[in-house]
């Protein structure tokens, strides 16, 4: 009694260890394939529950999703000469799982692979082009090409290359101080330059400004020498009009006028008693 319960209970512990050997989930965000004594069997896509061979079967699961990985910045040498530090990243899937199982046996080492093939890319491509060419508009045709040889030297290892960018692309330290070096010279000579322009059409302004104002005061001069010279005209005008008509009060106005001019405050004048300049103050003779 005692040995067929304890062949009951060792069967019973076999039959639940080739159950959970033979079972297994594949989640939404995996795939897997079979494998028979290193032998392929099969490629599981779909999601859930699933039942393999216990013992003589492994299971071998992969992601389903868009991966990335991103690479250490490194340098690269520009068609011009010039030295650059490149820092790029690229975003994969896995297609096949099969082939990648192949040839890099799991992701870590297709994630190697994958760095390999798309530096190398980047540098043959950039070796192509000047600094110019690549710090411009024209990253975006270099980085196409780029994608597209990726893309087709992935597809041996089951991989989908879906994107490949080039994040930053710097210039060694020493070559940025000097870069910056020379555009901090560069900007004081241009500023030298518009202080020394600016100072010449300052120059020119005030030359100008001063001609013009010197134009502007003989002008004002003229007339003001015109307008008096009418005003001395009109002025004899009237006198020798006033004269025709009444000598005698034409005497007196110009009388009281030099009265007024020569007897200010505090003037002193010494002339004779019977002198006409003080005919109208005599009294009058009876």
């Keep these: 009694m005692n040995r067929k319960i304890i062949v009951a209970i060792i069967l019973l512990i076999v039959i639940v260890i080739g159950l959970a050997g033979s079972l297994f989930t594949v989640d939404e965000t995996e795939q897997a394939i079979i494998t028979q004594l290193g032998k392929y069997v099969r490629t599981v896509t779909e999601p859930g529950l699933h039942f393999k061979v216990p013992f003589l079967q ?81 990253r975006e045709a270099i980085m196409e090409k780029v994608h597209k040889q990726c893309s087709n030297k992935a597809k041996e290892y089951g991989i989908e290359v879906i994107d490949v960018r080039i994040k930053r692309a710097d ?69 020798a009009e006033a004269f025709e008509k009444d000598p005698e009060f034409y005497a007196f106005v110009r009388t009281l006028e030099a009265y007024e001019k020569s007897l200010g405050r505090d003037t002193t004048l010494v002339l004779p008693s019977d002198s006409e300049f003080f005919k109208y103050l005599s009294p009058p003779t009876k």
Excluded: C
């Design 171 to 239: 210039l060694p330290q020493d070559v940025q101080d000097s870069v910056y070096a020379r555009m901090r010279a560069e900007r004081q000579r241009k500023a030298k330059q518009y202080r020394s322009e600016g100072e010449e059409k300052a120059v020119k302004i005030r030359a100008q400004t001063d001609k013009e104002k010197t134009i502007l005061l003989a002008e004002s001069y003229r007339q003001a020498e015109i307008l008096k010279g009418e005003g001395d005209a009109e002025a004899i005008k009237i006198y």
């Design 58 to 138: 492994n299971t071998h699961k992969f992601e389903d999703r868009v991966l990335e990985y991103d690479a250490e910045a490194k340098p690269i040498i520009t068609s011009d000469k010039k030295h650059l530090v490149i820092d790029n990243y690229a975003r994969w899937k896995i297609v096949d799982p099969l082939k990648l199982y192949q040839t890099m046996r799991d992701e870590s080492g297709a994630n190697l692979r994958l760095d390999d093939i798309v530096f190398s890319e980047i540098r043959e491509e950039i070796a192509r082009h000047t600094l110019t060419e690549i710090v411009s508009m024209n």
